[in-house]
């Protein structure tokens, strides 16, 4: 049997080919190097599959060593390949957007040609599946389109640059933004929640949001010329019901030709996208299509 685990900032996520998920909680042990891998281990490892897909939050080579993971420095410099070495099991590492892009393409999209993953959660990551392969790009590590500037001198983004599009489109954006419209310091999922309810800064922090997003895409569509553009995150699953008219704004922004071939959609695999993305690679990698 195999599985796919996602590495992220809170939980470690499984998903197994049968359908099983598991969710353990890393927040408390992430910072213990050795604790943190020693759950990774276990994870990983346990129920005795034959093969795992790994989804690492982070630059992560082609060959499996992780550089740099903003969100779990535990993990930086860690070698998948090396972790596992003699363990009798198949493990195939790769970004978790990356991969995830290509569950989307495994068990969505197989039709599409030019498929791009755009995820919004803490950050916003970027996936590309051209012709049924996921991209890395040479280093692995292509399509962090979070990292394309969208305003020069804008607010402030994780990664040390200036008016990154993840500045605007992530959780800290929108907290940021709902501050700057003269909010208070709240959670993302609250200015959501009041958005939702009517609130009028909450709703102009959301519309700028969009904005951003919209921006953001319309280059997106201007780079790849996609078929397929799929959007998906805890952000972007929260903030549906504001996102209805998302397909007609970046239509209308982007030329007519890019537009003419776009299609954009909601992903359907919830908070499992990277592990779906991982178990989706790991098939791949073992050629059970
Ligand atoms: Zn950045």
Do not use: M
């Given at each position: 049997m195999l599985k796919g685990v996602d590495i992220g900032?809170?939980?470690?996520?499984?998903?197994?080919?049968?359908?099983?998920?598991?969710?353990?909680?890393?927040?408390?042990?992430k910072k213990d190097r050795d604790a943190f891998l020693k759950k990774v281990r276990e994870v990983v490892l346990s129920g005795e599959p034959e093969g795992v897909g790994?989804?690492?939050a982070g630059f992560t080579s082609r060959e499996g060593k992780v550089f740099k993971s903003p969100n779990i420095p535990s993990l930086?410099?860690?070698?998948?390949?090396?972790?596992f070495k003699g363990k009798g099991v198949e493990i195939a590492?790769?970004?978790?957007?990356?991969?995830?892009?290509f569950g989307e393409w495994f068990f969505d999209y197989r039709e599409s040609e030019v498929l791009l993953l755009i995820a919004v959660g803490t950050g916003l990551g970027g996936g590309l599946v051209l012709g049924g392969e996921p991209f890395f790009g040479v280093c692995g590590s292509?399509?962090?389109?979070?990292?394309?500037?969208?305003?020069?001198?804008?607010?402030?983004?994780n990664c040390g640059r200036l008016g990154c599009?993840?500045?605007?489109?992530?959780?800290?954006?929108?907290?940021?933004?709902?501050?700057?419209?003269?909010?208070?310091?709240?959670s993302d999922h609250e200015i959501v929640r009041r958005a939702k309810g009517g609130e009028r800064t909450a709703l102009r922090a959301v519309d700028s949001f969009k904005e951003f997003l919209s921006l953001g895409l319309m280059n997106m569509v201007h780079i790849f010329n996609p078929d397929t553009i799929v959007l998906g995150g805890g952000l972007i699953d929260s903030m549906l019901f504001a996102l209805g008219d998302?397909?007609?704004?970046?239509?209308?922004?982007?030329?007519?030709?890019?537009?003419?071939?776009?299609?954009?959609?909601?992903?359907?695999?919830?908070?499992?996208?990277?592990?779906?993305?991982?178990?989706?690679y790991i098939r791949r990698v073992m050629n059970r299509y």
């Open positions: 900032g809170t939980f470690i996520k499984v998903l197994w080919e049968d359908g099983r998920t598991e969710k353990h909680l890393i927040k408390d042990i790994i989804a690492v930086d410099g860690v070698d998948f390949g090396e972790l590492v790769g970004n978790d957007v990356t991969l995830a892009a292509a399509l962090e389109a979070g990292h394309h500037i969208v305003l020069k001198g804008g607010f402030p983004c599009w993840e500045a605007y489109c992530s959780s800290y954006g929108l907290q940021r933004t709902y501050r700057e419209l003269g909010g208070e310091d709240l998302l397909e007609d704004k970046v239509r209308k922004l982007s030329e007519a030709l890019p537009a003419s071939c776009l299609r954009l959609r909601f992903s359907k695999a919830g908070e499992f996208l990277g592990a779906r993305g991982a178990l989706a």
